[in-house]
């Protein structure tokens, strides 16, 4: 498959290339934060939450420092109602200056709709499991990869970046373990068609420091590791240590969800992101820069577990005794 041209959000000149250190293990010196909690964090939640408190999350997160904050996404209400207020949250929210809001679209439907909100960057899913692939968005891998070959070719007509997620990269919910090398040839083939970034998701928590690496490595070999991110639920308390290892591989794109929120429609017994203030306060502490306020953080943090009516999972600030 011919690489095709491959569109950059403005904030991502500033992060690319990762420096040669990377290779020797060194820290990155700057880490992109991606923040999917008013996406992938409310999507599992039983309860529809307003509107209006969904606009509030993305606003009060625009105030943080955040340079990508993942809005929302344009499915079909039946398959994720929580969603189903798409057009009224992207219309709804400030959107400030250098930071990117990008959405979810599963197919050129979704992308159309995106668009005509006024969404300026999308992401596309799929995953290195074919069962999960089917169940999440009942195709097979390869057809899903046509579908998004619509969009991609429909995004590059109106230089819109496009980014692609990779699920169950460490595990499967139907399918168990899932190989490292399946993994890089889905990263490779969706890096190739044009995604700018391909984020990397341990869907249902279940990696260890010793599978991220393993996983790591064979992707390395087909996609860039600057074009790489993680996105580790802590389903088993694995998230941060898997961080770790991916940065000390030259990943410097990682995905969190404030107040740990989260989990998969699809995925039974997912529990959340990594939260965003326990990654923020890791990262502080290497002394890596992620332009990120904590405290901004935290209480945006508060204001979404009250709303939820929930204790936060976030680790920080059940220490902080915040709620």
């Keep these: 498959m011919a690489a095709a041209r491959r569109l950059l959000p403005r904030w991502a000149v500033s992060l690319r290339p990762v420096s040669a250190a990377a290779a020797a293990g060194a820290f990155p010196k700057r ?12 999507q599992n939640e039983k309860n529809v939450v307003p509107t209006a408190v969904k606009i509030n999350l993305i606003n009060m997160l625009s105030e943080t420092g955040l340079q990508v904050i993942e809005a929302t996404s344009f499915v079909s209400p039946k398959w994720v109602p929580q969603m189903a207020d798409h057009t009224e949250v992207m219309q709804g929210i400030n959107k400030l200056p250098g930071v990117s809001y990008p959405v979810l679209t599963p197919n050129l439907k979704g992308f159309q709709a995106a668009v005509a909100a006024g969404a300026k960057e999308v992401s596309i899913f799929g995953a290195a499991s074919e069962l999960f692939t089917k169940k999440n968005i009942n195709c097979s891998i390869e057809e899903s990869l ?16 496009v980014r692609g997620y990779v699920s169950c990269v460490l595990g499967c919910p139907y399918e168990g373990k899932i190989s490292a090398a399946k993994v890089a040839e889905v990263s490779k083939k969706m890096y190739s068609m044009g995604c700018y970034e ?13 599978s991220m690496k393993e996983m790591l490595t064979a992707v390395m070999k087909e996609v860039p590791v600057g074009a790489l991110a993680v996105h580790c639920h802590d389903t088993y308390g694995q998230a941060l240590a898997n961080i770790l290892v991916a940065l000390q591989m030259g ?21 959340g992101n990594v939260a965003t203030e326990d990654l923020v306060y890791m990262l502080n502490g290497l002394g890596i820069h992620t332009g990120v306020d904590l405290q901004k953080l935290m209480d945006t943090g508060t204001f979404i577990c009250n709303a939820l009516n929930r204790r936060t999972n976030s680790k920080v600030s059940q220490a902080s005794c915040r709620l």
């Design 31 to 42: 880490v992109k934060v991606v923040e999917v909690g008013p996406r992938d964090g409310l």
């Design 146 to 161: 046509e579908r998004f070959d619509e969009v991609m070719t429909a995004a590059r007509a109106a230089s819109i970046p």
């Design 198 to 210: 391909i984020s990397l998701g341990d869907t249902i928590g279940i990696g260890t420091p010793g």
């Design 251 to 271: 990943v410097s794109v990682v995905d969190a969800s404030v107040a740990g929120l989260g989990g998969c429609p699809y995925a039974q017994g997912a529990s």
